[in-house]
Structure formats: structure tokens, C-alpha cells
């Protein structure tokens, strides 16, 4: 089989590396570029290839990317950010190479959450109530204001007294509801059929799943609400849906990532390999496996990455310097 060159984003986060440690761990011959913010990260040691690139949002973006797509003679895209997944999916016609990322409109309603529930409550999909903090006087018992775009768990405010200090174009302010965390990923099909799902009891920690389960407890409750997101939007390839199940037994989505999740590392190991079955249809133009979920736990633990008689960073660009873990 010929090699193939993909290029992952992000690769100093737990997404972009576990992508990463997924190709690897696949039958398949592929030089992976890494691009990343920064020049050096934890996931250097990952890459055959590395380039440092601007925020998604920058105007040298996309140019930069279109660079390295040339330079490298990349053969597929797999972002692992939300913002990059909704920047390069404005931008496909000028890339010269597939993207995995879902349909334009799918990935501009999924990298706002304030979007995600007026598109939710439009088309009778739960959702977490939601509220711009300027519209919100206490509706709720318990509330959380967190950032409308990005950041996965990070600069939530549980509770606040105040929401004077909370703009309307960076936060919105949801009910916070008490119960199980979980998070489901589910892949959709270029022909748009629900390929699978797996859902996961989780714990976090620094915005991160920290400790997980796989679960089919609420299998019977998710499944409606994925077929529904799926017919009211032009989702394609691996999504991840977070939920908390009330008390009461009320699955309520919080957040939708219309690309591939952080915990594609784990799950990869239980039967529902996202990775794979991006590269399968992305890349080589096959039918994606069939996933086969089993039962496990999952914990995460730190690991070192160790560049001996080396004196600084910057220069550490990919796999070719020695290196070990430990």
C-alpha cells in the first residue's frame, strides 16, 4: 500500500496526540505532520514531521496550512480543535487536499454552545437551557457560565454572584444540572448514516477526562437525540456529545465537538475506533469497520518524554532527535 502523508493540528493537546497515538497504532503506512501554536510541546516526539502555525483564527492561517499541505505533500487533514475544524471548513475549495471535517454550517453551530441550544431549541433537540448573561435574571437555581466558543472545560464560573463582567460575545450562562457526567462519541458516514456510538461515564480533571467507563446504561436515551442532531445538521466523521444525566434519569447535552474528541485514545481500545474509520473513508476511500464495543475503565496517568544531552527546546522538532519515554 502507497504511504500516505496526514497532517494533525493541535498536537500539544490530549486530541492531537491521541489521534496521533491512533495512527500509529494502525496497519497502515503513514508519515504524520504535526502542527502545533507553539514550537515545541509534549507531542513532538510524536511527529515524522513538525511546523509551527498561527491561531486558526489568524489571517495567515489558512495560507500557512495551504504551505505546508504543498510542501509536505499532505494527503489528508485531521484537526483536532474546534476552531481550526471551522476555519478549514470555510476554507476547502483552497486547500489542495481532503479535510476531515464536517459540513460548513455544522461546525459554525457547534464552535458556538450559545448557537448550539438556539439551533437545539429550534429543532426540538435537548439541549442545556441557555441564556446570553445580559438576558439572564436568575431563571436558575443553579447556574454555570462558561465560554461560548472553545476551551473544553476551562474558565467556567459556577454560581457567580455577579454577571455584570460577563460580555454577551464570550460567555453564556446554562443551568447547571447535578447528576452523571458522560461523554459520547458517534461517528457519521459521508452518506450521513449513524455509523456508531460510545458512550463513556466520566470524571474530569483540568478540563480533561481524568477517569472513565464504558457505559450502555443510557444507550436507549442518547441515540434519539444523536439521530435528531444528525438530520438537523451536516455533521461527518467522528462528533462527541457531552451530557449530564439528572436524578431524574434526563439525559441534557451541554456541548457538541463536531470533530474528534480526547478521549479517542481510550475509546480506540473498546471497540469504537474514530481514528480508523476517518482514515478509512478520508483517506483511502473505504467503508469504514464496524465498531464492537466492549466493557472496560480507563485512567489516565503522566508520562515523561526524555531528550538526553539536549541543551534546549526549540530545536526538538519531531522523531528524528533521540529521545525515550518513562
Known sequence: ??????????????????????????????????????EFSSGNYLCDSFYKVPYAFDDQYIPRIIDIVKK?????????????VFYLASHLTEIPCKVAVSGLEATRIYLDKYESWLHHSQNNIP???????SAYNNQFSQSIVKPKKGRGSRGIHINPKDFSGFSDTEYIVQELHSGEEITTAFYVTKSKKLHGF?????????????LCKVSAKYDHLVLPILEKIIVNAPVVGSANLQSIVTDMGVVVPFEINCRISGTNSIRSNFGFKDVQYTLQEFLYDEKPDMPVIKP???????????????????????????????
Not at 505533500?73 to 485531521?78: C, E
Not at 544531552?309 to 519531531?318: C, F, G, N
Open 1 to 38: 500500500m502507497e504511504k500516505k502523508k496526514v497532517l494533525v493540528t493541535g498536537i500539544g493537546g490530549n486530541v492531537g496526540q491521541g489521534i496521533i497515538r491512533n495512527i500509529r497504532s494502525l496497519p497502515y503506512e503513514i508519515h504524520v505532520t504535526g502542527t502545533n501554536i507553539v
Open 72 to 84: 509536505e505533500g499532505i494527503d489528508l487533514i485531521i484537526p483536532s480543535t474546534d476552531f481550526e
Open 127 to 133: 439541549f442545556a437551557i441557555s441564556f446570553e448573561p
Open 198 to 210: 460510545i458512550t463513556m461515564i466520566r470524571s474530569l480533571e483540568n478540563g480533561a477526562t481524568s
Open 296 to 326: 472496560g475503565v480507563a485512567v489516565r496517568a503522566l508520562l515523561d518524554i526524555i531528550y538526553p544531552d539536549q541543551t534546549d527546546y526549540e530545536s526538538l522538532k519531531d522523531n528524528s532527535f533521540k529521545h525515550y519515554t518513562f
